[in-house]
């Protein structure tokens, strides 16, 4: 009987060695095909070591990219994108405990001959974008002060030591999830 368990299983991890063969040498079905068959064991392994589903996407994200330059050189994908992926999101951790970006920004210092009603309304404006901004998770947060400080998505990319692509996909996230902040305050329309 342990035969007949293993042969199904052996199976898979030939079919996914041909697979990952195939993706490569550049075979977008057969990287669809792996991704499907691997992507909801490689999220939840992210979620485990991140507990937050925006963090585990991200990590996802990062180890696709990263095992798709080297998915043809490992001998059993399955496993080996579970750890690329675990080993992403303990990068990700790390990176979130040594260096968060500090969310206080810098002191304020209304001008003395503007109107109160005016500061008073500017500074109220400005507490609700603080809230919002404190409410995104983790790396969007950073991602959106970075921005907010001028900083151009692929120097977002190497602060936070992303690749480009997934920068992008942060700030677009960041921006969204701002945006749905702002209206629910009645910031924005």
Known sequence: MPATLAAPTADLAVRDRLLAARAARGDTAAFAELHARHGSRMR???????RDPH?????VQEAWIRAAARIGTCDEPGPWLIAVTRNEALRMLRRRVRGAVPVEGVPERPDPSADPGALAERSEERRVVRAVVDALPGPYREAALRELAGQRPAEVADA??????????RLHRA????????VAAGLAA
């Open 44 to 50: 939840r392994a992210a979620m485990r070591v991140l």
């Open 55 to 59: 963090e585990a996407e991200d990590a």
């Open 160 to 169: 936070m030591g992303i690749a480009p692509g997934a920068a992008r996909v």
């Open 175 to 182: 921006r969204r999830m701002m945006g749905e902040g702002l």
